[in-house]
């Protein structure tokens, strides 16, 4: 009996561990590239800096934004 349950712990937690993935995404600038991305991290401002100093909910905007700044172009 407490087998099954220890399975069924498990299981749960091994196919809920995705929802709790990255929700914040940055958009940082290489320090050497000078090129600008999307991270899921805030950038770290040696080897990437933060280009837009906000965080965004969702991929989209964050790229969206990218395109946006006077920092990437």
Do not use: H
């Not at 991270?39 to 934004?65: F, L």
């Amino acid at each position: 009996m407490i087998g099954k349950i220890v399975l069924a712990a498990s299981l749960v937690a091994a196919f809920s561990m995705p929802a709790f993935a990255a929700n914040e995404y940055w958009v940082a600038k290489d320090a050497s590239t000078k090129k600008c991305s999307v991270v899921s991290s805030k950038p770290d401002g040696k080897k990437m800096m933060d280009a837009g100093n906000k965080m965004y909910a969702n991929q989209a905007n964050a790229e969206r934004a990218m395109k946006e700044l006077s920092a990437c172009k």
